[in-house]
């Protein structure tokens, strides 16, 4: 019985298997590049942040609002130092920036969106969920304004001292501002769940604004020596506060921050003035006359062009 065609031998199987160890094979797996530790550091606190931040959905949902609250404040404060860490070890990338965005979307707009709802929101029905989503979308307009934002190379230096409208994080912790009061032990209140629903919508405004926020990125850099051991204890006494009396100073810093927010748009409009006065006696300094060259060959004669 003669064997079908493609059961027959061949010469080409003579030929030898291709190694796969061959440097000059191209079929060889591909060897892992190594990347240095100063980079996976900062992604890694971020990735802790994304846990505190889902985690507090998922504790929201169950009542236990307050260990919710600890998840957003925890991922808030690995949000303020995994950037620091990154520049300060030089390990910042493409990769981190986008994955920080991610997480701050998740961590600043859709998990204090859902706290709300789970909490007073939900009374309001199909309005307290329409409430809770638009302040996530807010939160996620915001952070895609401030990476395009990043990239624009006619924004003035001095602009880096401010957000353009109030930051995701910030404007997390003051949205549950609302929750903060019912905790208080001093004086329980009990909000409206309309007023609620009024004041989130505001804070996912203020994100999505114009207005300009003093920014805290270029500050803490630098320490003179003689203010280490103070900046020591400082820290360490503003953390002991927070974990004994957290509801009294989530509270006084929600406030705060509110209240400092006029604050930033006066400083703001004082560099603006500042600018306008200089490119307005700019050419004053340069000289009030500069010559252009001749139109044409024929035109040898050099005219004065006044700059007014």
């Known amino acids: 019985m003669a064997l079908p065609e493609s059961c027959r031998y061949s010469p080409a199987m003579r030929e030898p298997l291709p190694r796969l160890f061959d440097p000059e094979n191209p079929f060889r797996p591909r060897r892992f590049r190594l990347i240095p530790v100063r980079t996976l550091l900062p992604n890694l606190i971020t990735l802790l942040a994304l846990c505190a931040g889902l985690t507090a959905i998922r504790l929201a949902a169950e009542g236990r609002f307050e260990w919710a609250l600890a998840g957003v404040v ?179 810093a929600s406030v705060a921050f509110l209240v400092t927010l006029p604050l930033g748009w006066l400083s703001y409009q004082r560099h603006l003035r500042a600018d306008v006065r200089a490119a307005a006696a700019a050419p004053q300094a340069e000289g009030d006359v500069r010559y252009t060259p001749p139109a044409s060959a024929d035109d040898r004669t050099e005219r004065p062009t006044r700059l007014n």
């Open 74 to 252: 925890a991922a808030a404060l690995l949000d303020g130092i995994d950037g620091r860490i990154a520049r300060m070890m030089k390990g910042t990338s493409r990769f981190g920036a986008e994955l920080d965005s991610l997480a701050d979307f998740v961590n600043f707009g859709v998990t204090p969106g859902l706290i709300l709802y789970f909490w007073e929101l939900h009374e309001l029905k199909s309005a307290g969920w329409i409430a809770a989503m638009v302040f996530a979308i807010c939160a996620g307009l915001r952070l895609a304004r401030f990476n395009v934002m990043l990239d624009d190379p006619n924004r003035p230096a001095w602009a880096a001292n401010f957000f353009v409208g109030m930051p995701a994080p910030a404007g997390a912790i003051c949205a549950l501002l609302p929750i903060y009061l019912q905790f208080l032990s001093f004086q329980p209140i009990s909000v409206p769940p309309v007023l609620t629903f009024i004041y989130t919508l505001v804070i996912g405004g203020l994100m999505v604004s114009r207005l300009p926020v003093f920014s805290g990125k270029k500050m803490g850099t630098r320490v003179p020596s003689e203010m280490v051991l103070p900046a020591f204890v400082l820290a360490v006494a503003l953390f002991a506060l927070l974990v004994s009396y957290p509801w009294e100073m989530l509270t006084l």
